[in-house]
């Protein structure tokens, strides 16, 4: 019997070694977090996704503080398209506006 060629890959290298795809989700989820926490999570998160993804995900329960200020947070950060709940409003789904690379 033939072996196959095929080396498994964890997860982790193949997140670090492969190339961006716009369909793959950036999740964070802020259960446990202080509010200041997650202040700063939702923003290096938004960030970070805003370079390699068309969206991200934010999990923040259904009620809370988090849930209501989340939006907030957001609202006038730059290159955000939308903020949306999903999920029964326990989550929400960022999406970033697409980035024009001007032509030399």
Request: proline share 4%; with cysteine; glycine share 8%.
């Amino acid at each position: 019997m033939k072996k196959s060629s095929v080396v498994p890959v964890s997860m982790t290298n193949f997140m670090t070694h492969a190339k961006p795809h716009h369909h793959v989700n950036h999740t964070l989820d802020l259960h446990g977090m202080t509010l200041a926490q997650a202040y700063d999570a939702v923003h290096h998160h938004v960030q970070q996704g805003h370079q390699t993804h068309a969206y991200v995900t934010v999990i923040t329960g259904k009620s809370g503080v988090m849930q209501v200020e989340l939006p907030d947070w957001v609202r006038n950060m730059q290159g955000i398209r939308m903020c949306e709940p999903i999920n029964g409003g326990g989550a929400f789904r960022i999406s970033f506006k697409k980035t024009r690379h001007k032509k030399k």
